[in-house]
């Protein structure tokens, strides 16, 4: 089973851009779609994108469509959440998962492997 680590939160402004990234390790990460998920205190957590295990199918909540991007480099156990044009409601904690299947069709218990999360604030 892989484990996950995310990376690359922060603080930006309005507009600006983040990308994080979901490194992974103990297991065979082509076998898992990977999906980015967020979570404000006192919300459930919220699907954000995914891409399946051997990249190329991708989905994406509507308010993030045509911001954010996901993508996957096998090779280094990696996967990108690029943020384009940040919003105050994009503020969050971010987490990575790694589903059992390595399609997109995930549903939330599908998950079998959790990172600690990046901080993600949007602010002027």
């Known amino acids: 089973q892989v484990q996950l680590a995310e990376s690359g939160g922060g603080l930006v402004q309005p507009g600006g851009s983040l990308r994080l990234s979901c490194g992974a390790s103990?297991?065979?990460?082509?076998?898992?779609?990977i999906g980015w998920f967020r979570r404000v205190p006192g919300n459930d957590r919220e699907f954000v994108a995914i891409?399946?295990?051997?990249?190329?199918?991708?989905q994406y909540r509507d308010s993030v469509k045509g911001r954010f991007t996901i993508s996957r480099d096998n090779a280094k156990n990696t996967v990108y959440l690029q943020m384009d044009s940040l919003k105050p409601e994009d503020t969050a904690t971010y987490y990575c998962?790694?589903?059992?299947?390595?399609?997109?069709?995930?549903?939330?218990?599908?998950?079998?492997?959790w990172g600690q999360g990046t901080q993600v604030t949007v602010s002027s």
């Open positions: 998962g790694a589903c059992k299947y390595y399609s997109i069709g995930c549903d939330s218990y599908d998950y079998v492997s």
């Open positions: 891409i399946a295990g051997r990249g190329g199918r991708t």
């Open positions: 103990g297991g065979d990460f082509r076998n898992n779609a």
